[in-house]
């Protein structure tokens, strides 16, 4: 039975390494990376396009929610705007749209608002479950005006990633105007904290953690994200290989 | 496990044994299992806890922590959660529809009517008692007999295809938000998102379980001759017992 186990083990290395190693092979990789599609096409075709995330009770909310990715920015031009409370803070709203937005913190706050008890779920694996209260995206790309040739938002962040790598994400109009889709500023009932994203921070509840950006400083409308960043629509799919699509 | 008997007149006859159904999908089974367990413990690393309930983080108490699985367990060997993510999420939709395939298949061409079906006569508990008791003696069935599933096997066959890889399946999906709006009954069903990844996690392990007894069955009752029953369908009557 010891040699059995020993050429067990031994085969299941030997298969190991050979996984690694056609994982590295470039048409075995690309098929690895578009099973991304499959997902997407799939649960699109499951759920009505305005189907809801679960949304959930006040008690059932997590004692403490936990705050994951950049904890601070704590870039110069980061610290000049929390120090006046936000104060200075202005979302932009460009690219393809006819009436460019600057919106401060206070005019956001006088907007119809959204309030929703949901689960964050991270691609560890972990989930928390928080309030909160924020404008529909919807509300501020109708405000904007979108154009026709727009097809994905992009959100810049104030976080850098280290080396001049600013935090991005971007999904599609799919996502964007989905009701539960809204730009936070309030977490179980107080203004958000810089652990979780102050002043406001992305809420897409369809999708994993690392799609809800955080420090938001401007919303991009564009035809295509081949062109920002690497390409990939985000920090964790550049760098990472994260999937962009991440509902799954 | 048509037995159709080849050579009629030979002490040992071959026959046909397993279908062609099964040999494709025991052996693409095998080898997506294979793909899906290493690269969950991958996926696992990234969190190595579990909670019961809908949320689960580092602030509330875990069932279970664990420290990361070694390079050994893991697809790929060093930690990386994407690449572990695309193995286990290209593997999970064929592995899915395979199974799909497979049942409805079983029910149409009868291989669930007529091997995994139990029969009145299995179900008596004499009968129960007198296959345990075999197993513990591994005294395998011989001539005729050994061309049927016993209790055991069946149960054991009925309860991975019918039960325990539909779980595991079902409790993958519910950890999707993508899913969960799609289909909000999986969360409700399974008692939120953190307790079907635990369901996930322990069933797993006991998929693993099944194969190493399974191994361990193959290696006694005669590996050359069950593993060839499993790649050509032909299969050694062993003699019988006097």
């Given at each position: 039975m010891?040699?059995?186990?020993?050429?067990?083990?031994?085969?299941?290395?030997?298969?190991?390494?050979?996984?690694?190693?056609?994982a590295?092979n470039?048409?075995?990789r690309?098929a690895?990376?578009?099973?991304?599609?499959?997902h997407?096409w799939?649960?699109?075709?499951?759920?009505?396009?305005?189907?809801?995330?679960q949304?959930?009770?006040?008690?059932?909310?997590?004692?403490?929610?936990r705050?994951?990715g950049?904890?601070?920015?704590?870039?110069?031009?980061?610290?000049?705007?929390?120090?006046?409370?936000?104060?200075d803070?202005?979302?932009r709203v460009?690219?393809?749209v006819?009436?460019p937005?600057?919106?401060?913190?206070?005019?956001l706050?006088?907007?119809?608002?959204?309030?929703?008890?949901?689960?964050h779920?991270?691609?560890?694996?972990w989930?928390?479950?928080?309030?909160?209260?924020?404008?529909?995206?919807?509300t501020?790309?109708?405000?904007?005006?979108?154009?026709q040739?727009?097809?994905?938002?992009v959100?810049?962040?104030?976080?850098d990633?280290g080396g001049?790598?600013?935090?991005?994400?971007s999904?599609?109009?799919?996502?964007?105007f989905?009701?539960q889709?809204?730009?936070?500023?309030a977490?179980?009932?107080?203004?958000l904290?810089?652990?979780?994203?102050?002043?406001?921070?992305?809420r897409?509840?369809?999708?994993?953690?690392?799609?809800?950006?955080?420090?938001l400083?401007?919303?991009e409308?564009?035809?295509?994200?081949?062109q920002?960043?690497?390409?990939?629509?985000?920090?964790w799919e550049?760098?990472?290989?994260y999937?962009?699509y991440?509902?799954? | 496990?048509?037995?159709?008997?080849?050579?009629?007149?030979?002490?040992?006859?071959?026959v046909?044994r397993?279908?062609?159904?099964?040999?494709?999908?025991h052996?693409?089974?095998?080898l997506?299992?294979?793909?899906?367990?290493?690269?969950?413990?991958?996926?696992f690393n990234?969190?190595p806890?579990l909670?019961?309930g809908?949320y689960?983080?580092?602030?509330?108490?875990?069932?279970?922590?664990?420290?990361?699985?070694?390079?050994?367990?893991?697809?790929?060997?060093?930690?990386n959660?994407?690449?572990?993510?695309?193995?286990h999420?290209?593997a999970?939709?064929?592995?899915?529809?395979?199974?799909?395939?497979y049942?409805?298949?079983?029910?149409?061409?009868?291989?669930?009517?007529?091997?995994?079906?139990?029969?009145?006569?299995?179900?008596?508990p004499?009968h129960?008692?007198?296959?345990?008791?075999?197993?513990?003696r591994?005294?395998?069935p011989t001539?005729?007999?050994?061309?049927?599933?016993?209790?055991l096997q069946k149960?054991?066959?009925?309860?991975?295809?019918?039960?325990?890889?539909p779980?595991?399946i079902l409790?993958?999906?519910?950890m999707?938000?993508?899913?969960?709006?799609?289909?909000p009954?999986?969360?409700?069903?399974?008692g939120?998102?953190?307790?079907a990844?635990?369901?996930?996690?322990i069933?797993?392990f006991?998929?693993?379980?099944f194969?190493?007894?399974?191994?361990?069955?193959?290696?006694l009752?005669g590996?050359?001759?069950?593993v060839?029953?499993?790649?050509?369908?032909?299969?050694k009557?062993p003699?019988?017992?006097?």
């Open positions: 010891i040699v059995a186990r020993r050429a067990l083990l031994l085969g299941a290395t030997a298969a190991l390494t050979g996984c690694d190693r056609l590295r470039e048409t075995v690309n690895l990376f578009s099973a991304e599609n499959f997407r799939a649960q699109r075709s499951l759920m009505a396009r305005e189907a809801l995330a949304e959930f009770r006040p008690d059932q909310i997590s004692p403490v929610f705050a994951n950049t904890a601070n920015p704590n870039t110069p031009d980061y610290k000049a705007i929390w120090r006046t409370g936000f104060a803070w202005r979302l460009d690219g393809k006819s009436r937005l600057s919106l401060s913190l206070s005019q706050r006088t907007l119809p608002h959204r309030e929703q008890i949901t689960r779920d991270c691609v560890e694996g989930s928390a479950i928080g309030k909160w209260r924020g404008v529909p995206l919807r501020i790309l109708d405000a904007a005006g979108l154009r040739d727009a097809r994905y938002i959100f810049h962040c104030a976080d990633m001049g790598r600013p935090y991005y994400e999904i599609d109009l799919n996502d964007a989905h009701p889709t809204i730009l936070a500023f977490l179980n009932d107080r203004p904290s810089v652990a979780n994203g102050a002043p406001l921070r992305l897409v509840e369809r999708q994993l953690g690392y799609k809800q950006a955080k420090y400083m401007r919303i409308a564009v035809d295509s994200i081949a920002i960043g690497r390409g990939k629509g985000g920090f550049d760098y990472a290989g999937d962009w991440a509902g799954i | 496990m048509t037995a159709m008997k080849l050579m009629p007149d030979s002490a040992d006859p071959i046909k397993h279908r062609l159904s099964t040999r494709m999908w052996w693409l089974n095998a997506l299992l294979y793909i899906l367990f290493t690269s969950g413990l991958g996926i990234a969190h806890r909670y019961w809908a689960g983080a580092n602030f509330d108490p875990a069932w279970l922590e664990l420290d990361r699985f070694g390079s050994w367990w893991t697809l790929p060997a060093t930690y959660l994407a690449l572990s993510r695309h193995w999420l290209t999970a939709p064929i592995f899915a529809f395979a199974l799909l395939a049942m409805l298949w079983s029910v149409v061409n009868r291989h669930v009517g007529r091997d995994l079906a139990f029969r009145r006569d299995d179900l008596a004499r129960i008692w007198q296959d345990i008791k075999d197993h513990a591994l005294r395998f001539g005729a007999a050994a061309l049927r599933y016993n209790v149960a054991s066959y009925i309860g991975v295809i019918f039960i325990a890889l779980l595991i409790t993958g999906l519910t999707s938000p993508g899913m969960n709006a799609a289909w009954w999986l969360a409700e069903l399974f939120g998102r953190q307790s990844r635990s369901i996930h996690f069933t797993a006991a998929l693993v379980a194969f190493l007894v399974h191994i361990l069955m193959v290696l009752a590996p050359v001759n069950e060839r029953s499993m790649i050509t369908g032909r299969y009557v003699e019988e017992r006097p």
